[in-house]
Nanobody
Framework: VQLQAYGGGMVQAGGFLRLACKAA????????MGWYRQAPGKHRELVAT???????NYADSVKGRFTISRDNAKNTVYLQMNSLRAEDTEVYYC???????????????WGQGTLVTVSS
């Protein structure tokens, strides 16, 4: 299974970006998809997650500005990031907890990371 992320880049403060991440490979069911981010020298932190049923969870720092959504048929998760701030500048990692076969437990998978740079 591979997670391929798209959409990072550079934007001015107050602007917006949309990230997308598609899971590909042998997939039976994806329980949770989401995004984490990491700045140099810091731990990776939660941005937002969404379950297969559509329940969402957001970090307090992005509530009201970021929206996570998911297309289950396409195994793809999106992150709409509005009102971006300089402190949102980090590498964003796509995440999925999924089963490759019905008899297996869910496992965690990570994408390669995409850089988001917000200039002030």
């Amino acid at each position: 299974v591979q997670l391929q992320a798209y959409g990072g880049g550079m934007v001015q403060a107050g602007g917006f970006l949309r990230l997308a991440c598609k899971a590909a490979g042998i997939i039976y069911h994806i329980h949770v998809m989401g995004w984490y981010r990491q700045a140099p020298g810091k731990h990776r932190e939660l941005v937002a997650t969404i379950t297969s049923g559509g329940s969402t969870n957001y970090a307090d720092s992005v509530k009201g500005r970021f929206t996570i959504s998911r297309d289950n048929a396409k195994n793809t998760v999106y992150l709409q990031m509005n009102s971006l701030r300089a402190e949102d500048t980090e590498v964003y990692y796509c995440y999925a907890n999924l089963q490759t076969y019905w008899y297996q437990q869910g496992e965690d998978y990570w994408g390669q990371g995409t850089l988001v740079t917000v200039s002030s």
